[in-house]
Each structure stands twice: as C-alpha cells, then as structure tokens.
T-cell receptor
Framework: DAMVIQNPRYQVTQFGKPVTLSCSQT?????MYWYQQKSSQAPKLLFH???????NEADTPDNFQSRRPNTSFCFLDIRSPGLGDAAMYLC????????????FGPGTRLLVL | AQSVAQPEDQVNVAEGNPLTVKCTYS??????LFWYVQYPNRGLQFLLK??????LVKGSYGFEAEFNKSQTSFHLKKPSALVSDSALYFC????????????????FGKGTHLIIQP
C-alpha cells in the first residue's frame, strides 16, 4: 500500500546532541511537510518542500533544518535539541499545494534528556 | 491569517446516539476545510474535506460534515456513535488562494476529545 513512513517511531536524544528524523513516502507526492505537535496541542507547521523548493515558516527556530535529497525522502534535523523540543513530529505529503489532502505518517515521538 | 476554533475540549456521547464536534474558522479568502482523527500515539488520519460544491460532505467511517458559510462553521457529525469512535478530532483550514509566501500547511484547531460511552 502507498504510504508515509516515519523512522524511528520513538527517538531519545540528549540535550544539545544533534538528531535526525526520517520520513519516506511511496505516494510520489510533490509536497512534503513537517509538523511539530506538543502534548495536548494542535500540530504546528515547521516547513515544507514543494519538489526541491524549501519553504520555512516565519516562526520556525533556526535550530530546525530540513533536507529533501529526492522525491521519496525528507529529513528533519534538530541541531541542538532543548528540553522544549520534546514533541511528536509528524510528516505529511500531498500531491500539490492548495486543495489536496495531506496524508500523515505515524509520527516520531522525540524525548530529550 | 487563517484560524480555527474548536470550542469544546471534550464531548461525551452515549453509544448509538448522534454526535457533533464543533468547528468554526476564519479566513480571508475561500476556505478549504478538513477533519482528521488521531488515536493515541498515532499520526493523523484523514476523515473528510470541503473544497467546493455541496455543503454536506460525507467521509470515512460514517462521518459527515456540513459547511455553513454564513456561520463560518464546519461541524463534524455522525448519526450513531460507536465506542471505537473515541479519539482526538482535529479540524483544519487552509486559506485560498495560495499566496506562495509560505504557510501552505494546514492550520489546526486545538482538538476535541470525543468519548463514546458504552
């Protein structure tokens, strides 16, 4: 089945130690999104790629970066995780921007010690 | 700027009764509206969306939603609730037309916990 895959499902890192979260998709969608969802809160968009075009949200901290080496994969890099970065990180894809449905992966729960 | 309000943190319904989860929105253009459901420690699952056309939208698992432009609402409904419907429900909006300046993602409401009691 076509799907959005996130690895790992759970990630534990140390304060200040760089960490990378992975997302892959078999849907061949043009757009890939990263959302941050803190406990009991709504998901919040960090950035998205439309093909190779990177679009950062104005309030996304510089500590968060992303890479999309090809259509199928997208990575979220947190350069120096703080305790406040502990959250569920959701990857989503859509065929195009605009009216198209976004399809979400299962998420990666990040714990910062 | 676009925004979504889900006024109820929690909705309790007896199994077999109809359910409604409320959502209102604010956009500058025309809205694209979505409902997603989230089970514990899982990603979001798409239920239904309104883009244009018929104001009553039918989606997965027997859910439907009615778009009301005058009231800027998009309430989620189901005629007969199941215990398995218990989950966290998110309403989301995307403003149109897309300006190309970022913020292409969805803006979500804070979520409503739906609890179906046997």
């Amino acid at each position: 089945d076509a799907m959005v895959i996130q690895n790992p499902r759970y990630q534990v890192t140390q304060f200040g130690k760089p960490v990378t979260l992975s997302c892959s998709q078999t849907l061949n969608h043009n757009v890939m999104y990263w959302y941050q969802q803190k406990s009991s809160q709504a998901p919040k968009l960090l950035f998205h790629y439309y093909d190779k075009d990177f679009n950062n949200e104005a309030d996304t901290p510089d500590n968060f970066q992303s890479r999309r080496p090809n259509t199928s994969f997208c990575f979220l890099d947190i350069r120096s995780p703080g305790l406040g970065d502990a959250a569920m990180y959701l990857c989503a894809t859509s065929i195009r921007r605009g009216r198209e449905t976004q399809y979400f992966g299962p998420g990666t729960r990040l714990l910062v010690l | 700027a676009q925004s979504v309000a889900q006024p109820e943190d929690q909705v309790n319904v007896a199994e077999g009764n109809p359910l409604t989860v409320k959502c209102t929105y604010s956009v500058s253009g025309n809205p694209y509206l979505f409902w997603y459901v989230q089970y514990p420690n899982r990603g979001l699952q798409f239920l239904l969306k309104y883009i244009t056309g018929d104001n009553l939208v039918k989606g997965s698992y027997g859910f439907e939603a009615e778009f009301n432009k005058s009231q800027t609402s998009f309430h989620l409904k189901k005629p007969s609730a199941l215990v398995s419907d218990s989950a966290l429900y998110f309403c989301a909006v995307r403003d149109t037309p897309y300006s190309g300046g970022g913020a292409d993602g969805l803006t979500f409401g804070k979520g409503t916990h739906l609890i179906i009691q046997p």
